[in-house]
């Protein structure tokens, strides 16, 4: 072979090798900053326009142009009407700002003009280009970044969980893959982005389209590892092949995924910051901020209160890990009629209980979530009981969250001319069934049966298999909560079945007795009881060593005779933080009961009281009334 002829082989060859190189190169998107704000741009231009002279020189700052992008329907766009939309999008927007306003693309539709080439939006001198080209790109509305090429990507700004509220950040293309976010930002914590809402419109088919979600981590989500709060499940399996039933309609009706959040380890009860080792709990942003979030939604209390950013969280509930995140954190969050929805793919912890639950600060948005997740076989009605029944609700005004839990009673009774009536529920039990044990008794250990055995039995099993196969015989580390119950279920003489008999004795007796269906009113009662009155419970005390969670209480109740159970936030009450040595406030919660399948009826009952006044949108920050930073975020301007 020739001089020549080796070295023309050898830069085919080379050519070849760089080719496979170059290939296998994929964008993860870009981080940029605008004006001290930042933000990612997903890797996959929305669409491409013709850079103009006016824009050219706008690139000798940085390969991208920020511009915001207005669509007028009328024959002419006036500089008026830019200045709506404009006021229209800083109004609405978290993502939009003025740093977008160096360029404005007017894309009119039919043969719309703009009467001005250049505006001025305070200190902001606009370039306005008008676009009525028939068949050009079909941008939405909103703010966006120009490459020099032409390439149009959308802003999507980044936020720092910095109450560690999530597992891992995501981020979703326009077919519903998703991936793991390659983004940063100040804050100890990963980041999180979040679209524009002025990219979304929402229709019959896209019902929540742009509502931003978080989902805990024990339901799967296609193409994304699920840690189910331990670290070794995280890395023992690879990214889910499908996704979990509720999540996925939440997809499917346009909801923006985030990321996973935090839970306790295998959705047990947890308390900070003794049982958690594997991950640490999320912060409670309310009052002094050192405050336990309640799990095993953790992050979902935590997140939800916290990130005004954040619209929603998806949550489970099978001993309260809802309702108690929701209680201690101001927020609204529900506990459904067991089996509204399927829950496949999803890690079970007991599946006569197991139930997915939301939390949310604005009611609104919580029922319309509610209603597509829950699809079907969820009803509304504004038709509602006149009779309201409580269990150990305050008679005297001793302290501030008495006198809040009076007030919001007499409320409640007022708008639905309502008979109130006090309720014993061990003393009814005694007298429905003379020949069982009290309900304490009869129930003491069902929960921890229930939760132990099923879970060991469905899922820990296999996992302990599957790490052993892959780690020459070891067990993987467990947190000490769940290592212990599995130990006291696998050592007990009483068996799943038992448990299921009684819980199956107390739901005939309760569904038939305490709260009964009704044909008009769906429910001949509504059941009231207080989720939380400011009580404390500091996350730097030590605890005992974990027990078997036994014992019955109103916590149990709806869990044992599937009714729905829906947390309301009703105000705060101070009292002396240790962390602080100051007066903070906590949240005062309320829980609503009614007969099961009754979910929709307490909604929009809920959604009433609300336009009434009687409720009110909790806020995001240091307190649900009245809002503000977080005390550990003062300093950081988020």
Not at 398 to 421: P, R
Not at 488 to 506: I, L, M, P, R, Y
Request: aromatic fraction near 10%.
């Amino acid at each position: 072979m020739g001089a020549r002829r080796m070295i023309r082989a050898a830069a085919v060859a080379l050519a070849f090798g760089i080719g496979s190189v170059q290939s296998a190169v994929q964008s993860t998107g870009f981080t940029v900053t605008l004006t001290d704000v930042n933000y990612f741009l997903p890797p996959q231009p929305v669409a491409s326009i013709a850079v103009t002279e006016q824009l050219e020189a706008a690139f000798s700052d940085g390969p991208f142009v920020p511009f915001t992008v207005v669509k007028s329907a009328g024959e002419e766009c006036s500089a008026s009407d830019l200045s709506t939309a404009v006021s229209k999008y800083l109004e609405e927007d978290d993502v939009f700002q003025p740093g977008f306003l160096s360029a404005i693309y007017v894309k009119a539709i039919g043969n719309g003009t703009i009467s001005a080439s250049q505006m001025q939006f305070g200190n902001i001198s606009s370039t306005v280009i008008t676009d009525n080209t028939p068949g050009s790109a079909d941008i939405q509305p909103g703010p966006f970044f120009l490459s020099a090429t032409g390439q149009v990507y959308e802003a999507w700004r980044l936020y720092s969980d910095t109450n560690g509220a999530f597992t891992e950040s995501v981020y979703g293309n326009k077919q519903s893959e998703f991936s793991v976010l390659p983004a940063g930002v100040l804050g100890q914590h990963i980041a999180f982005a979040v679209p524009s809402k002025l990219y979304f419109e929402r229709t019959a088919e896209k019902p929540l389209a742009g509502v931003r979600i978080g989902i805990k981590d024990i339901y799967d989500i296609k193409g994304l590892r699920t840690s189910d709060g331990n670290r070794a499940h995280y890395w023992l399996y690879g990214p889910a092949n499908a996704t979990a039933t509720p999540v996925q309609r939440l997809i499917d009706a346009g909801a923006q995924i985030v990321g996973k959040m935090i839970t306790s380890q295998f959705a047990n009860g947890e308390a900070a910051t003794a049982d958690w080792v594997d991950y640490h709990e999320a912060f409670n942003p309310r009052g002094d901020g050192y405050q336990d979030t309640s799990s095993s939604s953790s992050g979902g209390g935590a997140g939800t209160a916290a990130y005004a950013w954040l619209d929603i969280s998806l949550g489970s509930d099978t001993g309260g890990s809802v309702r108690n995140p929701a209680q201690v954190q101001g927020v609204y969050g529900n506990r459904p009629s067991h089996g509204l929805v399927g829950l496949e793919h999803t890690m079970p912890l007991s599946p006569v209980l197991d139930t997915p639950g939301l939390l949310a600060r604005d009611p609104n948005i919580w029922a319309e979530v509610a209603k597509v997740m829950y699809g079907p076989n969820i009803t509304f009605s504004n038709n509602y009981p006149s009779a309201i029944t409580t269990i150990e609700w305050p008679t005297t005004n001793d302290t501030i969250a008495d006198g809040l839990l009076l007030d919001f009673l007499a409320k409640v009774t007022d708008f639905l001319q309502a008979n109130v009536s006090t309720f014993n529920i061990t003393t009814a039990w005694a007298e429905g069934n003379p020949t069982l044990p009290p309900v304490e008794e009869y129930l003491n250990i069902t929960y921890p049966i229930l939760i132990s055995q099923q879970q060991y039995s469905l899922f820990t099993k296999q996992f302990y298999a599957d790490y052993a196969a892959k780690h020459d015989g070891r067990r993987p580390f467990i947190d000490p909560v769940p290592l212990y119950r599995w130990a006291w279920g696998q050592n007990s003489t009483s068996t799943v079945e038992e448990a299921v008999h009684n819980k199956t004795d107390f739901m005939a007796w309760f569904n038939s007795t305490v709260l009964v269906p009704d044909e008009v009113t769906c429910s001949n009662s509504l059941l009231m009881y207080v989720g939380t009155a400011a009580t404390t419970q500091y996350r730097n005390v030590y605890l005992d060593s974990p027990v078997a969670p036994s014992g019955f209480g109103i916590w149990s109740v709806s869990g044992f005779s599937e009714v729905p159970d829906m947390v309301v936030p009703i105000g705060e009450a101070p009292y002396n933080s240790t962390i602080t040595l100051h007066e903070e406030y906590l949240p005062v919660a309320v829980d609503f009961m009614a007969a099961k399948g009754c979910d929709g009826m307490i909604f929009s009952l809920i959604q009433d009281l609300h336009k009434a006044g009687i409720l009110k949108t909790a806020k995001a920050g240091y307190s649900g009334v009245t809002g503000g930073d977080i005390l550990f975020r003062r300093d950081l301007g988020m």
